[in-house]
């Protein structure tokens, strides 16, 4: 079972940077991940951000983040850390950030769909006021 514990949530004005992290673990030795992260506001469903395969270099965002927003993952081969880095933040931004995992490769036409990740975190709270 994997457990995905994010942080780096806060409030900012528009204009200004956040980085989110979301750890993994464990770690299992020789496995790929599929990741990502979604955006969810009330009322609404979960809207994929960005995503990256560790088994490739292929990132994948979102129009309305594209340019603004970098994820990217550091770790060795007991730990695997997802980030997010956020800049330029504007109100629509505002959610509560998720991050995703599955079990292998992440695909141009279906990163996107929540229903290919098998994993999920609880969410950090990211607020941009104007």
């Known amino acids: 079972q994997v457990r995905l514990v994010e942080s780096g949530g806060d409030s900012v004005q528009a204009g200004g940077s956040l980085k989110l992290s979301c750890v993994l673990s464990?770690?299992?030795?020789?496995?790929?991940?599929?990741l990502a992260w979604f955006r969810q506001t009330p009322g609404m469903g979960r809207v994929a951000v960005a995503g990256?395969?560790?088994?490739?270099?292929?990132?994948?965002?979102a129009d309305s983040v594209r340019g603004r927003f970098t994820i990217s993952r550091t770790g060795d081969a007991n730990t695997l850390t997802l980030h997010l880095q956020m800049n330029s933040l504007q109100p629509e931004d505002t959610g509560m950030y998720y991050c995703?995992?599955?079990?292998?490769?992440?695909?141009?036409?279906?990163?996107?769909?929540?229903?290919?990740?098998?994993?999920w975190g609880q969410g950090t709270q990211v607020t941009v006021s104007s």
């Open positions: 995703a995992a599955r079990y292998g490769g992440l695909f141009a036409n279906a990163w996107s769909n929540p229903e290919g990740y098998n994993f």
């Open positions: 464990p770690r299992s030795y020789g496995i790929n991940y599929g």
């Open positions: 990256l395969y560790t088994g490739g270099t292929t990132e994948y965002y």
